[in-house]
């Protein structure tokens, strides 16, 4: 059974920056597609980016410029490079895979 575990939240000032981390266990495939979500409170979760095996990426427009997607196939990680974040940056971020959801990372912006 594939299992997602995501890392690497926590509260940082706006303007500052987070790495989520994303281990993939349980798979000797490396999946098509990776992606990030996020769900703030009171919201539906929404795609923040996903990243293909080409290594093509694509994000949503609200975080375009300021977060990378990567992943590294040799440590079955995938990861979020989160630069200039902002208080509406705020919310449970979720590594989606395999067709599994791992159990998501808080990250918190401050004002």
């Known amino acids: 059974q594939v299992q997602l575990v995501e890392s690497g939240g926590g509260l940082v000032p706006a303007g500052g920056s987070l790495r989520l981390s994303c281990v993939v266990s349980g798979s000797s495939n490396s999946p098509n597609a990776m992606a990030w979500y996020r769900q703030a409170p009171g919201k539906e979760r929404e795609f923040v980016a996903f990243?293909?095996?080409?290594?093509?990426?694509n994000y949503a427009d609200s975080v375009k410029g300021r977060f990378t997607i990567s992943r590294d196939n040799a440590k079955n990680t995938v990861y979020l490079q989160m630069n200039s974040l902002k208080p509406e940056d705020t919310a449970v971020y979720y590594c989606?895979?395999?067709?599994?959801w791992g159990q998501g990372t808080q990250v918190t912006v401050s004002s």
């Open positions: 989606k895979g395999y067709g599994s």
């Open positions: 990243i293909i095996s080409s290594g093509d990426t």
